[in-house]
């Protein structure tokens, strides 16, 4: 059985860093298109980043691009995202997700294409 376990979140100044983690069961992460989504109140779930480590594949969105990093720990079958220079609107739940290696193509991230999500995690930042 896949399980997606996220943790890392919490309340941070803006300009401050988190380092999320995703601890993946029933699956290896390196088999898969791994991504990090978040949603915001009253908004659409949107892609941050994702990573299909066998195809060298690495896709950062256009808001998050040069603060976080995705990486990942195949030893500890763990996905992380590092988040520094964090904004106010960085603010979200953040959740990661494991889809076939496809989902990590073509730019922007579709969720319809992820079929395992974690409970998520929130992230606060204030200014």
């Known amino acids: 059985q896949v399980q997606l376990v996220e943790s890392g979140g919490g309340s941070v100044q803006a300009g401050g860093s988190l380092r999320l983690s995703c601890a993946a069961s029933?699956?290896?992460?390196?088999?898969?298109?791994m991504g990090w989504f978040r949603q915001a109140p009253g908004k659409e779930r949107e892609g941050v980043a994702s990573?299909?480590?066998?195809?060298?594949?690495?896709w950062y969105g256009d808001s998050v691009k040069g603060r976080f990093t995705i990486s990942q720990d195949n030893a500890k079958n763990t996905l992380y995202l590092q988040m520094n220079s964090l904004k106010p609107e960085d603010t979200a739940m953040y959740y990661c997700a494991a889809a076939g290696k496809v989902a990590c193509y073509g730019g922007v991230l579709n969720e319809n294409r992820f079929h395992y999500w974690g409970q998520g995690t929130q992230v606060t930042v204030s200014s």
């Open positions: 029933g699956y290896s992460v390196s088999d898969y298109c």
């Open positions: 990573m299909y480590i066998d195809g060298g594949h690495i």
